[in-house]
């Protein structure tokens, strides 16, 4: 950890900055799907994949191009992952304390 909010580097925590309160919804809506670290982090590749795709236009292009991919190249992935899943344990946890409230 760094003097970036936490995160390791600059381009983590922009990224975090950015984009973790989306990530957080989708795991949060696909959390009976993901078991372990591993599944998050595809599920943050695949979202970081989509956004691209859906910028195509400035994803691998001339300059801002070679930017985008500097600044994916710079992202700790698993950092990022990491902090979803810390997330999607803590909703799975407290969901749990729920349904037992219930019952």
């Given at each position: 950890?760094?003097?970036?909010?936490?995160?390791?580097?600059?381009?983590?925590?922009?990224?975090?900055?950015?984009?973790?309160?989306?990530?957080?919804?989708?795991?949060?809506?696909?959390?009976?799907?993901?078991?372990?670290?591993?599944?998050?982090?595809?599920?943050?590749?695949?979202?970081?994949?989509?956004?691209?795709d859906?910028?195509?236009?400035?994803?691998?292009?001339?300059?801002?191009?070679?930017?985008?991919?500097?600044?994916?190249?710079?992202?700790d992935?698993?950092?990022?992952?990491?902090?979803?899943?810390?997330?999607?344990?803590?909703?799975?946890?407290?969901?749990?304390?729920?349904?037992?409230k219930?019952?």
């Open positions: 950890m760094s003097g970036y909010g936490g995160y390791k580097n600059w381009a983590t925590w922009n990224f975090s900055l950015w984009h973790m309160d989306t990530l957080h919804e989708q795991a949060i809506e696909l959390s009976n799907e993901l078991d372990d670290l591993s599944d998050v982090l595809d599920m943050v590749c695949n979202y970081w994949d989509d956004v691209k859906n910028h195509s236009e400035m994803a691998g292009v001339g300059w801002l191009g070679d930017v985008l991919d500097a600044f994916t190249d710079e992202v992935w698993n950092e990022i992952a990491e902090h979803v899943w810390e997330a999607v344990v803590a909703w799975k946890e407290a969901d749990l304390k729920y349904l037992r219930k019952l």
